[in-house]
């Protein structure tokens, strides 16, 4: 099962084996990683589940689609070219390793 590591904000970083198929943000929430508050529950609705994916996996990841790319817009924390919805990234065995910080801000 592929491996993702949460960065706190202020560094301290925690990895957990996601179960295929689930996203980035179920991963962190089932597991009780802090920072993701996911109030939407994955719907691309809400933006609290922001974080900063690590610029090596952006192109294993992939640019936002277009109702995240509007979302990230109203993010707490200003986004930047490594933003994403942490609801729409799904986890596979290609994402092993895949490294994210949390968003300082989510609300
Ligand atoms: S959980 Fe609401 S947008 Fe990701």
Do not use: W
Not at 13 to 19: K, L
Not at 26 to 50: D, F, L, M, Q, Y
């Amino acid at each position: 099962m592929p491996n993702v590591t949460y960065i706190q904000p202020d560094g301290k970083e925690v990895t957990i084996e996601a179960r295929d198929g689930d996203s980035v943000m179920e991963t962190a929430v089932r597991n009780g990683v802090k920072g993701i508050i996911a109030e939407c529950g994955g719907a691309c609705a809400c933006a609290t589940c922001h974080v900063f994916v690590d610029e090596a996996f952006m192109g294993k990841v992939g640019e936002p689609g277009p109702l995240e790319d509007d979302m990230l817009d109203g993010s707490a924390e200003e986004r930047n070219a490594c933003s994403r919805l942490s609801c729409q990234i799904k986890m596979n065995a290609d994402l092993d390793g895949l490294r994210v910080r949390i968003a300082s801000e989510q609300v």
